[in-house]
Structure formats: C-alpha cells, structure tokens
Nanobody, 124 residues
C-alpha cells in the first residue's frame, strides 16, 4: 500500500518561508515522479512543482518559479518543497502525489497516489 504523508504546513506572513515535506512509503518503484499540487477555495487543483526521482529533473509552475524549490531530502528520505517569498495567493491546501508514469504538472490524472494535504496560509 503506497502511502504519502505531507508535513510542514502552517501560517506565515507575506514574504515569509515554509518548507513542506512529503514522505512516500509502501512502494518499490525506482522511476517515478513526485509532484506538489495545491487547491485554494473555489479554485481548481493546480500543479506547483514536480521532480523525477530517477533523473532529478524538476519542473515548476510559472506562478512559483524563482520562489519555490523542490528537492530530495536524502537525510529525511523525503521530497521537500521550499517556499520562499510567499504571497497571499499561495494560500491553499498543498498535496503531494506520486506518478508511476512520470506525469507532469499538467496531468494530475497521471498521479495514482495522493497525500492527505497540508494547509498553507499566507496572511498579514
């Protein structure tokens, strides 16, 4: 049973930083993609960033380029999303997901496994 657990959400003022972590367990895959998605109230789920575990390729939505960084945290065996210069519009529930098909951010249907989500609130 594949299980994804997110952690690290919280509340922060505009311009602040947060780091989200995604721990994946219960699989034996060595070629897959971990993606971070977010869903704000009244809005569709949006792909934020993803990383190919096999070759390390990373991808970002235009809205977060230059502010967010996705990386493998080998010490913790997680995939982390470092979020800097947070804006009010970054407020959402953030989900990590695993795609065994190496799907990109524009194909959330290609992600078979999802975490429960963690709330990120940016407010002044």
């Amino acid at each position: 049973q594949v299980r994804l657990v997110e952690s690290g959400g919280g509340s922060v003022q505009p311009g602040g930083s947060l780091r989200l972590s995604c721990a994946a367990s219960g699989h034996a895959l060595d070629d897959y993609t971990i993606g971070w998605f977010r869903e704000a109230p009244g809005k569709a789920r949006e792909g934020v960033s993803c990383v190919s575990i096999k070759d390390g390729s990373t991808y970002y939505a235009d809205s977060v380029k230059g502010r967010f960084t996705i990386f493998r945290n080998n010490a913790e065996n997680t995939v982390d999303l470092q979020m800097n210069s947070l804006k009010l519009e970054d407020t959402a529930v953030y989900y990590c997901a695993l795609s065994p098909y190496n799907s990109m951010l524009d194909d959330p249907a290609g992600y078979d496994y999802w975490g429960q989500g963690t709330q990120v609130t940016v407010s002044s």
